[in-house]
């Protein structure tokens, strides 16, 4: 099985600290529907992790890398089917932004409370593929997965 390198912004800022997440559409039949995940996605031909993560936040989340200070990229999360090699980049806003959905792929986004993280994780129903054993039910969609793993690295003493 080919691996498939992605790539996804965590967008930091505030305190509490807050990281900006996004909500895939609902309404749309893919795998990631309903599910609550970081700006992200696959890394193109010749482009490095940081501009692919940068592209994706403004493809989906009006997120322009102008506005954006990378601070570093953190070890890469699989996802639980193997198939997908997720890098994430850290970074904060430069100045004020409004970020708002970009694609048809996105329905929502908003900044997430990282003090949630200090729950711990349940079951919880998701909207397109029955019961998720570890995440949390957050507008509408679930975190969860590799999005959740990520966060819990990163904020695992919050």
């Given at each position: ?52 993560a940068l592209r ?75 019961v998720i054993v ?25």
């Amino acid at each position: 099985m080919a691996i498939r390198e992605a790539a996804v912004l965590v967008l930091r800022w505030g305190q509490p600290e807050r990281v900006l997440v996004e909500r895939k559409n609902c309404g749309l039949d893919t795998y990631w529907s309903c599910d609550i995940a970081l700006p992200g996605g696959g890394i193109r031909r010749g482009e490095s992790v940081v501009d692919a993560a940068l592209r994706e936040a403004w493809e989906e989340a009006w997120v322009h890398p102008g506005m954006v200070k990378v601070e570093g990229v953190m070890e890469p999360e699989m996802t639980l089917r193997g198939d997908n090699r997720i890098h994430p980049v850290l970074a904060r806003p430069r100045g004020p932004l409004c970020p708002m959905p970009a694609s048809s792929e996105v329905d929502r986004v908003f900044w997430l409370d990282t003090r949630l993280l200090r729950e711990e994780p349940r079951r919880v129903p998701h909207p397109r593929r029955g019961v998720i054993v570890e995440g949390y039910m957050v507008a509408g969609g679930v975190l969860w997965g590799a999005t959740l793993r990520i966060l819990r690295r990163l904020y695992r003493d919050a």
